[in-house]
């Protein structure tokens, strides 16, 4: 939601002070299957007001991604369709490509 100021995401299952990573990771992973990718302004959004390293934060939010699609989301995949599917999977893929290789350049 946003109107004169930045886009803002309400959480409206729950309220209360909470991890918004998760918030954040769960929204995409939702809305993955149906071929919505969630803006990236949203996500530079939240990152930019966060106290903190702004490299962890995101590193942070591609684990929580790829940990809800890995171990939660699999008991869904029933419910959608095959292209829904294949859409959860490459999105799997590519946060695990991109998770292993920031990674990899930390230890590196």
């Known amino acids: 939601m946003h ?5 803002v995401f309400c959480d409206w299952q ?3 002070v909470g991890r918004a ?7 995409s992973v939702r809305a993955t299957s149906s071929g919505v990718v969630v803006p990236s302004a ?10 903190g390293d702004h490299k962890l934060l995101e590193c942070a939010l591609v684990a929580e991604e ?4 890995v171990f939660l989301w699999p008991p869904y995949a029933a419910f959608n369709s095959p292209t829904g599917i294949a ?10 490509e ?11």
């Open 42 to 51: 949203l996500i530079h959004a939240y990152v930019d007001r966060r106290p």
């Open 66 to 69: 790829l940990a809800v699609l």
């Open 21 to 27: 990573v998760s918030d954040l990771a769960f929204l």
């Open 3 to 7: 109107a004169t100021g930045p886009p």
């Open 14 to 16: 729950s309220t209360g």
């Open 98 to 108: 991109l998770y292993l290789g920031e990674a990899a350049h930390e230890r590196g």
């Open 87 to 96: 859409r959860v999977q490459s999105r799997a893929r590519e946060l695990a």
